[in-house]
């Protein structure tokens, strides 16, 4: 048994498929039919049903994924654990959308843990959604924030607060819809609500996977796309960004994401301070909503 042969049963196991899991390993499906036929070789057991639908976990597999992704995280911390200096007693692996770096949310939760935890190191990433959820099941990823969670056998999915999505426009005397508008892809539940307000509106021109990068879109070329108030409000301060007359504001779900078993007290205690920081930014949230619009 080895790394690879673990970490290709993870991929399969969290995607269903041979298939998928080799796409997302860079290596062919042959591969990960070997890698898979010689795991269960060592463990005398069959760990996956293929059919038509894709590959389904036996009872033997689902008993060996509570090992598997043990097995790939005590790795994981090893390797970073080993070149710690000796003040540190513990390490956490934590990734996220950038727009929850953004806006000072997740720095200044990191702030908070420094602090109170200065003997917890703690790796920080930057991901979408189906890279951190991968690397929460496969366990090499202790937490996740995300807008568009999947939910997954051992994984928990916690609310933590509603970001509010507001219209921006570099130019507020412009009529809207104009040509510079960015769609950003805030996700499924974004899209089906932006589709319901604005039923007559043609496809946009322009598209963006990240907020950042719609905003660095619009600041260069000009234009309006939504964005978190959170994130934009030193734009707006600053005056180079401005609400859009008469738009709607649509809510956007945060969610941290981990496993249900855990033993670290370091990942139960970066838990409870990102549940505190969230606190005060949906109650800061709150208090903005209900002020006069950002104009």
Request: with cysteine.
């Amino acid at each position: 048994m080895d790394t690879d042969q673990i970490r290709t049963f993870l991929a399969v196991a969290a995607h269903g498929s041979f298939v998928e899991a080799g796409e997302r390993l860079h290596v062919t499906q042959s591969t990960v039919s070997a890698r898979i036929q010689k795991l269960e070789a060592d463990l005398g057991a069959r760990l996956f049903v293929r059919n038509r639908s894709g590959a389904n976990l036996t009872t033997a597999g689902r008993r060996f994924m509570r090992h598997a992704k043990a097995l790939m995280l005590t790795l994981e911390q090893a390797r970073h654990d080993v070149g710690l200096p000796g003040r540190f007693r513990a390490s956490i692996t934590v990734g996220a959308r950038i727009a929850l770096w953004e806006g000072f949310f997740l720095p200044r939760w990191l702030d908070r843990l420094r602090r109170s935890a200065p003997h917890i190191a703690v790796s920080s990433e930057i991901g979408f959604e189906e890279d951190l959820m991968r690397r929460l099941v496969e366990g090499t990823l202790d937490i996740g924030l995300m807008y568009t969670p999947q939910h997954s056998p051992g994984l928990v999915v916690e609310h933590l607060f509603d970001e509010t999505l507001v219209l921006l426009t570099t130019d507020p005397e412009r009529p809207w819809p104009d040509d510079g508008y960015v769609h950003v892809d805030w996700g499924p539940a974004f899209h089906a609500r932006h589709a319901n307000h604005y039923p007559d509106m043609e496809r946009p021109a322009l598209h963006a996977n990240l907020g950042w990068l719609g905003i660095q879109i619009i600041l260069c070329s000009g234009g309006s796309c939504f964005m978190p108030i959170r994130v934009a409000r030193p734009l707006v301060d600053a005056g180079q960004l401005f609400l859009v007359p008469d738009s709607p504001r649509f809510s956007l779900p945060a969610y941290m994401v981990f496993a249900r078993e855990r033993d670290a007290s370091a990942v139960a205690y970066a838990l409870e301070t990102l549940r505190e920081v969230a606190a005060a930014e949906a109650a800061h949230g709150a208090r903005e909503s209900a002020s006069a619009p950002v104009a």
